[in-house]
Each structure stands twice: as structure tokens, then as C-alpha cells.
């Protein structure tokens, strides 16, 4: 009976293996994938964050006014690349409207 329920026909023979096992290893495959680049960046962030705790340590600062001055930079800089943005497009749009107006 069990023998009866093996496809005879070599395409479905082969397409019932590659959804058997081929499948799964595919899906299983990509998720490992994903959890090592997940591991690797969470790798990665945590030695960034230790060697910024360490700069701190030799500056004197403590652990939190050094994140606190990185997060009030990173505020600064995102702040000066907008308003810079900004000018470039308002700079565009008087260009584009001085030329509209002839």
C-alpha cells in the first residue's frame, strides 16, 4: 500500500523530493541567513558601543554624557543637513520661478 503511493512518473517523482526536502531546506536556509546578518550587526553595533564607552572612560566622561553628546551631534548634524537641503530647494525653486515669470 505504501509503495502504491509513489508516483511513477519521473516529474512528479522529482517535484514531490523538491517539495519533500528541497522546500524546507530553502526556507531554512534563508532564516539562518537572516539570524547570522541579524547576529553580525547586533556584533558590530555592540563593539561600536563599547569602544564609544571607552573613549569616554579615557576623556573622563562618564558612560552617559557620552551618549548623551553623540545623540545632541547626530540631532546637530541631521539639523544642519535639512536646513542645507532646505536652501538648496528654495534656491531651485527661485530659479525655476524667476524663470516661469519671463
Request: proline content about 3%.
Amino acid at each position: 500500500m505504501l509503495l502504491a503511493s509513489i508516483p511513477t512518473d519521473p516529474v512528479t517523482l522529482l517535484l514531490a523530493l523538491f517539495a519533500l526536502f528541497g522546500l524546507p531546506l530553502i526556507v531554512f536556509g534563508l532564516v539562518l541567513f537572516y539570524a547570522g546578518y541579524v547576529r553580525y550587526d547586533a556584533d558590530r553595533s555592540l563593539e561600536e558601543l563599547q569602544t564609544e564607552l571607552e573613549d569616554s572612560a579615557d576623556s573622563g566622561q562618564s558612560a552617559e554624557t557620552a551618549v548623551i553628546d553623540e545623540r545632541d551631534r547626530d540631532r546637530d548634524r541631521d539639523r544642519d543637513r535639512d536646513r542645507a537641503t532646505g536652501t538648496e530647494r528654495r534656491q531651485a525653486d527661485d530659479a525655476t520661478g524667476a524663470d516661469d515669470d519671463r
